[in-house]
């Protein structure tokens, strides 16, 4: 049973950094590739981007010339940790951020081709 666990998230202030963690347990998380989401209020739950198991990543058409430059995701297998690095945050950051695992070895932006997904964490962006 894959289970992940997502932490770090809070209320930062326009400009500021956040760094979200995402905990996997139940299978080595070295061989999967891992998917950040956001949903918003109102709005859809959107992909964010993915880092495969190679480590290469994939940012998103929705969201791709709003993050590009300001996140990334890092891996930590021996931990079986994955990490959202959110820099110069904006109000329009704000979401609920989920962690998934995909079915298989490619990214995707489509939450049906997730197979676990974390509890969710609240970001906040405000002044």
């Known amino acids: 049973q894959v289970q992940l666990v997502e932490s770090g998230g809070g209320l930062v202030r326009p400009g500021e950094s956040l760094r979200l963690s995402c905990s996997a347990s139940g299978f080595g998380s070295d061989y999967y590739t891992f998917v950040w989401f956001r949903q918003a209020p109102g709005k859809e739950r959107e992909a964010v981007l993915c880092i495969n198991k190679s480590g290469g990543m994939t940012w998103y058409a929705d969201s791709d010339d709003s993050v590009k430059g300001r996140f990334s995701i890092l891996r930590y297998d021996a931990k079986n940790t994955v990490y959202l690095q959110m820099n110069m945050m904006k109000p329009e950051d704000t979401a609920v951020y989920y962690c998934?695992?995909?079915?298989?070895?490619?990214?995707?932006?489509?939450?049906?081709?997730?197979?676990?997904w974390g509890q969710g964490t609240q970001v906040t962006v405000s002044s």
């Open positions: 998934a695992v995909a079915k298989s070895y490619y990214c995707s932006e489509h939450p049906s081709d997730m197979r676990s």
